[in-house]
């Protein structure tokens, strides 16, 4: 069967970067998505803005929804202290076999977990199976009708603590109105948003950066 853009994806990497060298990973993504293929990485722009959120932050545990192939996580764990790894779910089963390659070729598949199946099924399982106790740092890139009911799922769970930053992409393209409502007039968070562009393109899109506050 035909090749899906993930596996090309992988394959630009293996031809165009460098293995165990992080940075050559993430331009080899970003020339494909911008030459090649378009491709829902979060992309330079977004990933700057990521990148100054989690060195801000330096946190010990980490929880990404939507791995995709991997190239967000690759800019997380390369910022991450020495033994601190990242947890990133992805519900997709052939790009998580492409993102397992990617994070391979970069040399962080010790600093990464990556589990595959639903945020829904996955997030009340994280105390038991991963012996979290709270969350310093959550980067939301999957479903975006799911950014909200997760929300009130991980404060239903107790995976929050004063001072938990939650970083959502899309919130404007695709979009994701009800989770915004909710982070901004709610009085249990500090939300900041953070304009951008849609990646590789110019369409407006931006990153909502949101504190719990207890
Ligand atoms: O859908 C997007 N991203 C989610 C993929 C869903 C994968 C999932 C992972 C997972 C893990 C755990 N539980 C459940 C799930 S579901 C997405 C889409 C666009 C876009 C923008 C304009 C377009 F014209 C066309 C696409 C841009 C983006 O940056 C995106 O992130
Ligand atoms: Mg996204």
Not at 171 to 176: A, D
Request: glycine residues 8%; contains cysteine; aromatic residues 10%.
């Amino acid at each position: 069967t035909r090749s899906t853009r993930p596996q090309r994806m992988l394959k630009a990497v293996q031809k165009n970067g460098t293995k165990g060298n992080p940075e050559s990973v993430i331009s080899a993504i970003d020339y494909f998505c911008k030459h090649s293929e378009w491709a829902m990485n979060v992309g330079d722009e977004k990933g700057s803005i990521l990148d100054s959120v989690v060195t801000e932050v330096n946190p010990s545990t980490v929880l990404e929804l939507g791995t995709y192939c991997g190239y967000s996580t690759v800019r997380i764990a390369r910022l991450l202290s020495p033994g601190t790894k990242l947890i990133t779910l992805e519900f997709n089963p052939v790009n998580a076999a492409v993102a397992r390659q990617i994070i391979a070729y970069a040399g962080l598949q010790d600093k990464v977990i990556l589990v595959e199946g639903s945020s829904g099924d996955l997030i009340p399982q994280m105390k038991e199976r991963f012996g979290i106790m709270t969350f310093d740092f959550i980067f939301l890139d999957h479903w975006k009708d799911r950014y909200l009911p997760d929300i009130k799922l991980f404060e239903e769970c107790g995976l929050l603590r004063k001072g938990s930053v939650l970083l959502a992409d899309n919130v404007i393209c695709p979009g994701t109105p009800e989770y915004l409502e909710y982070v901004r007039n709610s009085p249990r968070y500090e939300s900041k948003y953070y304009p951008a562009h849609l990646e590789y393109t110019k369409v407006e899109d931006g990153l909502e950066k949101s504190v719990f506050l207890g």
